[in-house]
C-alpha cells in the first residue's frame, strides 16, 4: 500500500506539474508583440545640445485597437502616447521628440478595446552622441588589457544588439577580443556632456588603406598582409570590398545622421613597409580620400570624418612622415576633421614592455582620452 500511494502521489504531481508548464508556457509560446528599436542599451544620436529623436518600431501579432508608449525617467512627464498603427499588418511605430539624456526606459502598450492585453518595456535606452569607429588594429582590441566603461553610461553595437561596451567591443571584422580604446573614450565624453556614449567599432587589424577600397578599386602594390586584395589573370590587384562594405553595412544600420562621425586610426601598415609593399604618401591620401568621399556618397549624407596621425611601428621607427602628412593634409584641405597624434604615445605606452605596436593599459585609457580631446573641440562648436 505505501508503494502504491506513493506511486500515485508522483503521478498525480507530474500530472498537476505539466498542467502549471503548459499554461506557463503559453505565453512563451504566443509573441504578442515585437519591438525592432529602440533595443535595449541603444543610444540615438542627439539632433541638438538639448534633443534628440527616440524611434519606436514594431509589429502586433494579436488582435489590437490601439498602441501606446510611454518614456520614463529623469524629469519627462511619462504620459502614455498613441503610436501610428496599421491594424492591416500590425506594424506600429512612432518618432518621439526626447530631451538629450538617458537611460530611460520605454515602456510600450497594446490595447483592445480598452483592455491592456500586452506590455512590451526597454529598460536602458539614451540620446546622446554615437561614433563609428574604423581602421586597423589600434581602432580594435589588440590592446594589451581589456578595458570596461566605469561610469557605465558607454555603450557599443554589434550590428545585431547593444551592450555595455566593456572590451572586447563587438562587431568589429577581424574578431579581435582584448582591449581598446572605446571605454575611455565614452567615459570621457560622458564626464563633460552628461549624455548616453554610443559606439559602433568596425576596424580590422594589420589592414593597409588599400585593402579599405571600395569593391573593384585599383590597388598599385600589395600590401603586406594580402587578404581582401584580389590578383587578376593579367597580375591586375583590386580590393574586394569586404572591409568598406562592411563599414557601410553599420553605417545604413545606423542610418542617416544617426551617429555623430567616423574616428579613423590607421596607417601603421602602410609605414615604413618593404619596397614591394610600400605605397607613397601621395597614393595613401589619395586612396583614403576616395574611401572618405564614397562612404558619404553612398549613405547619402556629409558623414564627418576624423583622422587620426598614425604610423609607429616600434621605439625605433616611431613615425613615417610621409604618411603623417598625407593624413594632416586631408585636415587641411576640409575633406577630414582633425584627430590625435597618437605617434607620441611612445614606449611607455606599448605592450610587451615598450617593444609593441599595440597599446598597454595606460596607453589604451590616454588614447581615449586624446581621442575625446579632438572630438570635444568639434562638438563644442557645433552644439553651440
Known amino acids: 500500500m505505501i508503494v502504491f500511494r506513493s506511486c500515485f502521489a508522483t503521478k498525480l504531481n507530474l500530472y498537476i506539474l505539466l498542467l502549471l508548464l503548459a499554461t506557463l508556457r503559453l505565453p512563451a509560446q504566443t509573441t504578442l508583440a515585437t519591438l525592432s528599436s529602440p533595443l535595449d542599451y541603444q543610444v540615438f544620436q542627439r539632433q541638438s545640445r538639448q534633443q534628440g529623436t527616440i524611434l519606436i518600431r514594431?509589429?502586433?501579432?494579436?488582435?489590437?485597437?490601439?498602441?501606446?508608449?510611454?518614456?520614463?525617467?529623469?524629469?519627462?512627464?511619462?504620459?502614455?502616447?498613441?503610436?501610428?498603427?496599421?491594424?492591416?499588418?500590425?506594424?506600429?511605430?512612432?518618432?518621439?521628440?526626447?530631451?538629450?539624456g538617458g537611460f530611460y526606459s520605454v515602456e510600450v502598450k497594446l490595447l483592445r478595446k480598452s483592455r491592456t492585453v500586452a506590455e512590451l518595456t526597454v529598460p536602458h535606452v539614451g540620446v546622446g552622441e554615437v561614433f563609428l569607429i574604423s581602421g586597423q588594429s589600434n581602432s580594435t582590441n589588440y590592446g594589451e588589457v581589456p578595458q570596461t566603461t566605469e561610469t557605465g553610461m558607454v555603450t557599443t553595437f554589434s550590428g545585431e544588439a547593444w551592450q555595455l561596451a566593456n572590451d572586447p567591443q563587438p562587431g568589429t571584422q577581424d574578431n579581435s577580443k582584448k582591449g581598446s580604446f572605446a571605454p575611455s573614450f565614452g567615459d570621457a565624453l560622458y564626464r563633460k556632456y552628461h549624455v548616453p556614449i554610443g559606439i559602433a567599432s568596425v576596424g580590422h587589424g594589420s589592414t593597409s588603406v588599400r585593402q579599405w577600397l571600395p569593391t573593384g578599386e585599383r590597388v598599385e602594390v600589395m600590401p603586406t598582409m594580402t587578404k581582401y586584395i584580389l590578383k587578376g589573370n593579367d597580375g591586375s590587384l583590386t580590393s574586394d570590398g569586404t572591409l568598406?562594405?562592411?563599414?557601410?553595412?553599420?553605417?545604413?544600420?545606423?542610418?542617416?545622421?544617426?551617429?555623430?562621425?567616423?574616428?579613423?586610426?590607421?596607417?601603421?601598415?602602410?609605414?615604413?613597409?618593404?619596397?614591394?609593399?610600400?605605397?607613397?604618401?601621395?597614393?595613401?591620401?589619395r586612396m583614403?580620400?576616395?574611401?572618405?568621399?564614397?562612404?558619404?556618397?553612398?549613405?547619402?549624407?556629409?558623414?564627418?570624418?576624423?583622422?587620426?596621425?598614425?604610423?609607429?611601428h616600434t621605439p625605433e621607427d616611431t613615425s613615417t612622415p610621409a604618411i603623417r602628412e598625407s593624413q594632416r593634409s586631408l585636415w587641411q584641405a576640409g575633406i577630414a576633421l582633425e584627430g590625435p597624434?597618437?605617434?607620441?604615445?611612445?614606449?611607455?605606452?606599448?605592450?610587451?614592455?615598450?617593444?609593441?605596436?599595440?597599446?598597454?593599459?595606460?596607453?589604451?585609457?590616454?588614447?581615449?582620452?586624446?581621442?575625446?580631446?579632438?572630438?570635444e573641440l568639434y562638438l563644442d562648436e557645433v552644439l553651440r
Open 58 to 100: 514594431g509589429r502586433v501579432s494579436v488582435p489590437a485597437d490601439r498602441v501606446e508608449a510611454r518614456i520614463v525617467g529623469q524629469s519627462l512627464p511619462s504620459k502614455w502616447k498613441r503610436l501610428t498603427f496599421d491594424s492591416t499588418t500590425g506594424d506600429f511605430r512612432s518618432d518621439a521628440p526626447t530631451p538629450a
Open 244 to 285: 568598406f562594405n562592411g563599414m557601410m553595412a553599420r553605417i545604413h544600420q545606423l542610418g542617416p545622421h544617426g551617429f555623430r562621425a567616423i574616428l579613423w586610426h590607421q596607417g601603421e601598415s602602410d609605414s615604413h613597409q618593404p619596397p614591394e609593399h610600400e605605397i607613397s604618401g601621395e597614393t595613401y591620401r
Open 288 to 312: 583614403l580620400e576616395h574611401v572618405i568621399l564614397t562612404t558619404r556618397k553612398q549613405a547619402g549624407w556629409d558623414i564627418p570624418w576624423f583622422v587620426a596621425q598614425a604610423s609607429y
Open 341 to 375: 597624434d597618437t605617434d607620441t604615445l611612445t614606449a611607455a605606452y606599448r605592450q610587451n614592455n615598450g617593444k609593441g605596436t599595440h597599446l598597454n593599459d595606460a596607453g589604451l585609457k590616454l588614447h581615449g582620452q586624446m581621442w575625446a580631446h579632438q572630438v
